[in-house]
């Protein structure tokens, strides 16, 4: 997996990265923090990872730091994975042999396929949400996928330049299958198990995030 980088998006996450980091630290890929330059607590909390990069991200928001994470990167293949420990890093070589084996630009990490998929971590607002915007993309969009939210993706670095993505919040998990689809790349899913989060609290807020994602959902099927 050298030629992997993952990107992983930060924000306050003092109490769960340093876990996180120790747990994939024997990973042979590269592994890119984005955090806000303000952001001194979970900055100090890593330190002592040394072969760990950091990337202070210009503009605010869950989007914009991985826009700004996967087009600073040089390998050829990225990951989005938490900072919070609930994706589970141990999916990463088969996501990757499933690439390069099935000749795909992207694979989305599921939890609601079966075998293997299912979360400790989700809830009945958060799957209710989910499960709508999936149902919107695969009718309105044609897309074949079935956690459209969970947003742990693995792809071709240079497929993601092309796609073009705007969101600096959390539409981009929504713009990024929906563009995928457009640009007529090829993608798959896996089934994939998320786990409790380490420690801290979530940052989406169930219904202000799921306002803004229905909206650029809608604004994305009338103007192309």
Not at 23 to 26: D, F, M, N, T, Y
Not at 66 to 72: K, V, Y
């Given at each position: 997996?050298?030629?992997?980088t993952l990107?992983?998006?930060?924000?306050?996450?003092?109490?769960s990265l340093?876990?996180?980091?120790e747990?994939?630290?024997?990973l042979?890929?590269t592994?890119?923090?984005?955090l806000?330059a303000?952001?001194?607590?979970?900055?100090n909390?890593i330190?002592?990872?040394?072969?760990?990069?950091i990337?202070?991200?210009k503009?605010?928001?869950y989007?914009?730091a991985?826009?700004?994470?996967?087009?600073?990167i040089s390998?050829?293949?990225?990951?989005i994975?938490?900072?919070?420990?609930?994706?589970?890093?141990?999916?990463l070589?088969?996501?990757?042999?499933s690439?390069?084996?099935?000749?795909?630009?992207?694979?989305?990490?599921?939890r609601?396929e079966?075998?293997?998929?299912?979360?400790?971590?989700?809830?009945?607002?958060?799957?209710?949400g989910?499960f709508?915007f999936?149902k919107i993309?695969?009718?309105?969009?044609s897309?074949?996928?079935?956690?459209i939210?969970?947003?742990?993706?693995?792809?071709k670095?240079?497929s993601?330049?092309?796609?073009?993505?705007?969101?600096?919040d959390?539409?981009?998990?929504?713009e990024?299958p929906i563009?995928?689809?457009?640009?007529?790349?090829q993608?798959?899913?896996?089934?994939?198990y998320?786990?409790?989060?380490?420690?801290g609290?979530?940052?989406?807020?169930?219904?202000?995030?799921?306002?803004?994602?229905?909206i650029?959902?809608?604004?994305?099927?009338?103007i192309?």
């Open positions: 997996m050298q030629d992997l990107i992983i998006p930060a924000k306050y996450e003092s109490e340093p876990i996180f980091l747990e994939i630290k024997k042979a890929c592994k890119l923090v984005v806000q303000d952001d001194k607590i979970t900055i909390s330190e002592t990872f040394k072969d760990v990069e990337l202070y991200q503009d605010l928001g989007g914009a991985l826009i700004e994470g996967i087009r600073h390998t050829n293949y990225f990951c994975i938490n900072a919070d420990g609930s994706m589970n890093p141990s999916d070589e088969k996501m990757l042999s690439i390069n084996e099935n000749k795909l630009d992207f694979i989305f990490a599921s609601y079966s075998p293997g998929g299912g979360s400790d971590d989700d809830t009945f607002v958060t799957s209710v989910n709508l999936t993309g695969n009718i309105f969009f897309l074949k996928i079935t956690d939210l969970f947003n742990y993706v693995m792809g670095t240079k993601f330049d092309d796609l073009m993505l705007t969101s600096k959390f539409a981009l998990c929504v990024f563009q995928v689809k457009r640009k007529h790349y993608y798959s899913t896996i089934p994939s998320e786990r409790n989060r380490i420690g609290k979530k940052k989406v807020n169930a219904f202000k995030d799921g306002l803004l994602i229905l650029k959902m809608i604004k994305m099927f009338f192309r």
